[in-house]
C-alpha cells in the first residue's frame, strides 16, 4: 500500500513539474518568436494558397497579441480589448472566484466554465472589425454586468 502511494505522489510530482516547465516556456516563446505561431496561423486563413495574395499575406502577417483576462466580482479585467484586423488573438482567462467563462458569440469562442483559480485560453482570428461584446455566459453574470468590449480596429 505504502509502495503505491509512493507512485502515486512521484507521478503527481511528474505531472506537476512538467506543467511548470511547459507554461511558463511557451508564453514568452510567444511574444519573442512570433514566427512558428505565424505558419500556424496561415492554415486557418484560405487565402494563402493563392500566389496573388501571397505578396499581401507577407506585409500584413498574422500577429499573435496575447491578453491575460481575469473574471472577478461579476467582472472582466480588462473590460476592452483592443486589436487589429487580421491579429491572431489569444485570451488567456482566468477565474478569480465563482464560476465563470468567457464568451464571444461573434468568433465563436468559448472558455471552459472555470472554478476560481482555474484558466483557459482560447484563440481566434480578428477577421472582422468592428465593436464586440464578450461575457460571462453562467447564470445571470451577462445580465448582472459581466461584460467587456473587444474592439477591432
Ligand atoms: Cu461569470
Known amino acids: ?29 510567444d511574444i519573442t518568436l512570433p514566427t512558428p505561431v505565424v505558419s500556424d ?17 507577407l506585409l500584413s502577417s498574422p500577429k499573435t497579441v496575447t491578453f491575460n483576462v481575469t473574471g472577478k466580482s461579476l467582472s472582466f479585467l480588462p473590460d476592452e480589448i483592443r486589436v487589429k484586423k487580421g491579429d491572431h488573438v489569444k485570451i488567456n482567462f482566468t477565474s478569480m472566484d465563482s464560476t465563470h467563462d468567457f464568451v464571444i ?27 464586440f461584446e464578450y461575457y460571462c455566459s453562467f447564470g445571470e453574470h451577462k445580465a448582472m454586468g459581466m461584460t467587456g468590449t473587444l474592439i477591432v480596429e
Open 41 to 57: 496561423a496561415n492554415t486557418t486563413i484560405p487565402t494563402t494558397s493563392a500566389s496573388s495574395t501571397a505578396d499581401q499575406a
Open 1 to 29: 500500500m505504502k509502495i503505491f502511494l509512493t507512485i502515486i505522489g512521484i507521478v503527481i510530482i511528474v505531472i506537476v513539474i512538467i506543467f511548470l516547465v511547459k507554461s511558463p516556456s511557451q508564453r514568452p516563446a
Open 105 to 131: 458569440d461573434e468568433f465563436s469562442i468559448r472558455t471552459d466554465r472555470l472554478q476560481a483559480g482555474v484558466s483557459d485560453t482560447v484563440e481566434f482570428i480578428a477577421d472582422k472589425t468592428g465593436i
